[in-house]
């Protein structure tokens, strides 16, 4: 039975981020695997000042909350500052890229939906 979980955010492993990034990091701070998360899952991204996600696409959406740094957020042709305290909701099937503008690092939660709502 899942006990629920508090931790800090610096205690979860960050991973290097895969094709298309530069500069970039994952953590998977609240996932299905670990947590037993059913419905959704809590991410921390972490860009270094110049560093970029990959200019991707997918089938689900995911919500955005900005802790630290500056940056953008490319939507579709758009693109749209980032600081602190803001929100952004990227649609399903909207072609996005975030990249760090600061000179420190810029630093995300992402939320996603479960494996199981993926498709």
Request: hydrophobic fraction near 35%; aromatic fraction near 8%; include cysteine.
């Amino acid at each position: 039975m899942n006990q629920g979980k508090v931790i800090h955010y610096s205690q979860v492993e960050a991973e290097v981020a895969g094709d298309g990034a530069a500069g970039a990091s994952i953590r998977w701070l609240i996932d299905e695997e670990h947590d037993g998360a059913r419905i959704f899952v809590m991410r921390m991204i972490e860009l270094e000042p110049g560093g970029y996600s990959p200019h991707h696409t997918h089938p689900y959406e995911h919500q955005n909350f900005v802790v630290d740094g500056h940056g953008e957020l490319r939507l579709g042709e758009e693109i749209r500052p980032l600081g602190p305290g803001d929100v952004a909701l990227v649609p399903a099937g909207l072609r996005h890229q975030y990249r760090n503008t600061g000179s420190t690092t810029l630093r995300f939660l992402c939320f996603i939906p479960a494996e199981k709502f993926r498709s």
